[in-house]
């Protein structure tokens, strides 16, 4: 290691230590900012000594993904394809079509949609003539999609990876590349409507996941800038003080009005005044004693707004969903594209594994947000033509961090193959048989595999089976062969009984139908 390089170790260390101690200390943001500033440009100059290390033909290469992203081995891509392959069909049985847009869009699609957010876009160095980004969110390319096909009604899913320069947190499903699941109605339709079913989207996909007990809280943009008008803040601060209202769900109170008042602005007395209603949450019975808020009926905004949201609470009790709902006057979601109904899931209670006889919680933040956006389209059309939409996107990366966690803790495994039958050879010479038979079965559709050694021994094929998973196992042997026949091996049970070598492929899809149906 050059000296250099070690000094700059050094004085990294020095400067973590720093930052640790200004957060600690709840230093200003601007503060804390100047300082990562300079860790980060110190980690910068070690990175770049080690692309010079590594430039030249025959050196080692410094072997790691990328920060805030990772790699994914046959376990855990199966356990994500189960979770993707659920929420696809509940997609599906809403009857939502699917689309695709590219990664990175021109920059000017993407700014001024997320709010201070914003600074999270990845912006593309080599540009081909055009100022790039790569897509932050999947919703803002759905309102281009829209503006530029000329679509005023859709209902659509789209599963893709998005990218954000973010602090990542690995343990907890937050990274810089990661996927998300989204579920949009875009057209003008009766109030409220496709809003529930949105609701109704989020619980069924939540509730048919393993990951425990969970609410879905609500809220309105309106009430939201009704309250901050009833409550003096001035317009400009609205989306300023929506993205401090949204920390709530990680700090108190306290914390964010302190960033009210020191960050944002804010007069003590008005952040006092929000700070009394955004700590209310409830039902119906909380939207009529806020419309009875001589402060809150005196603005149109939030008249509006709680008209709509008793709606929405009547529409989701008539779908079943009285106990998986709250209506929270905290929930902001900061993005500044959201027009209406506000929604984000949350689990009640962070689900437990047993990790060497310790138990130990499962962290992680909201599974599922979305809301209504009825101005976004506008911006592209040439015409600022409006298409109203409302959507909902699932945290699956956090749903998978639970599940991988639980999985690891458990010692469960988790198929990553889906080959159903196994074709086997007792003795030597029949190599040939074998390919002849698996042909047949891969003709008829089955998932099959065999050895890849001419002569490979029995007991090694048939552990292979009992390692994989596989339930079947046909057993090539000359004496059987001779009569016209196999042997069937039931992995499972180790229970063996001859079949007929002639339409063997139709006879496996039979069996193998029956065993799915339970009934073999």
């Known amino acids: 290691m050059s000296d250099n390089r070690q000094k700059i170790l050094e004085e990294i260390k020095v400067q973590g230590d720093l930052v640790r101690k200004l957060k600690a200390a709840k230093e200003s943001k601007e503060k804390i900012d100047v300082e990562v500033a300079k860790l980060l440009a110190l980690k910068a100059k070690v990175a770049e000594e080690e692309d010079e290390a590594v430039g030249g033909a025959g050196q080692k290469f410094l072997l790691k993904t990328p920060k805030g992203t990772r790699d994914y081995n046959p376990q855990q891509m199966a356990l994500r394809q189960g979770v993707l392959d659920k929420i696809v069909t509940v997609f599906k049985k809403h009857g939502a079509e699917s689309i695709d847009t590219p990664v990175f869009e021109r920059k000017e699609v993407l700014t001024g949609k997320y709010g201070e957010d914003a600074k999270l876009i990845y912006d593309l160095k080599d540009q081909g003539g055009e100022i790039l980004s790569l897509r932050y969110d999947l919703t803002v390319p759905l309102a281009r999609y829209l503006a530029m096909s000329k679509i005023s009604s859709i209902k659509r899913y789209h599963i893709a990876k998005v990218y954000r320069r973010d602090n990542p947190a690995m343990t907890r499903g937050r990274y810089r590349e990661f996927y998300q699941c989204d579920f949009d109605i875009a057209g003008t339709y009766d109030l409220m409507i496709p809003d529930a079913e949105c609701v109704k989207v989020v619980s069924e996909i939540l509730g048919g996941l393993d990951i425990g007990d969970y609410v879905i809280k609500l809220n309105h943009r309106m009430i939201l800038d009704g309250m901050f008008e009833a409550c003096g803040v001035p317009a400009d601060k609205f ?4 993205s401090a209202v949204d920390k709530l769900d990680k700090s108190p ?27 209310q949450s409830g039902g119906l ?17 939030a008249v509006t707004g709680l008209q709509q949201m008793k709606t929405l609470l009547k529409y989701c009790e008539v779908l079943g969903l009285r106990n998986e709902i709250r209506f929270d006057l905290s929930l902001a979601r900061g993005l500044d594209y959201y027009t209406g109904v506000i929604y984000e899931a949350v689990l009640t209670a962070m689900p437990e594994v047993t990790n060497g006889g310790d138990v130990e919680p499962i962290t992680v933040g909201s599974v599922a947000g979305g809301g209504r956006y009825d101005n976004l389209v506008g911006m592209f059309d040439p015409k600022g033509k409006q298409v ?45 048989q074998r390919l002849k038979v698996i042909t047949e079965l891969w003709d008829g559709g089955i998932k099959a595999e065999h050895s890849y050694k001419e002569n490979p021994k029995l007991l090694v094929q048939l552990q292979h089976c009992e390692e994989q998973g596989i339930p079947l196992a046909l057993i090539l042997g000359d004496a059987e062969l001779k009569k016209g026949v196999v042997k069937l091996r039931e992995v499972p049970t180790r229970k ?20 799915r149906n339970g009934d073999f």
């Open 285 to 301: 019975e909380l939207v009529e004693k806020l419309q009875q808020d001589p402060k809150l009926s005196a603005s149109k905004s």
């Open 239 to 242: 989306r300023s003080i929506c």
């Open 496 to 515: 063996e009984e001859e079949i007929s070598r002639e339409n063997i492929a139709e006879e496996l899809s039979r069996r193998l139908s029956l065993m």
């Open 388 to 432: 109203p939409c409302v959507g909902v996107s699932i945290g699956v990366e956090r749903i998978f961090s639970l599940l991988e966690a639980k999985q690891a803790a458990e010692g469960i495994k988790i198929r990553t193959t889906d080959v159903e039958v196994y074709v086997a050879s007792a003795h030597k010479g029949l190599h040939e």
């Open 253 to 279: 109170w306290e914390e964010v009005k302190r960033e009210m008042i020191d960050e944002k602005g804010l007069d003590e007395s008005t952040a006092d005044q929000i700070g009394e209603y955004v700590q």
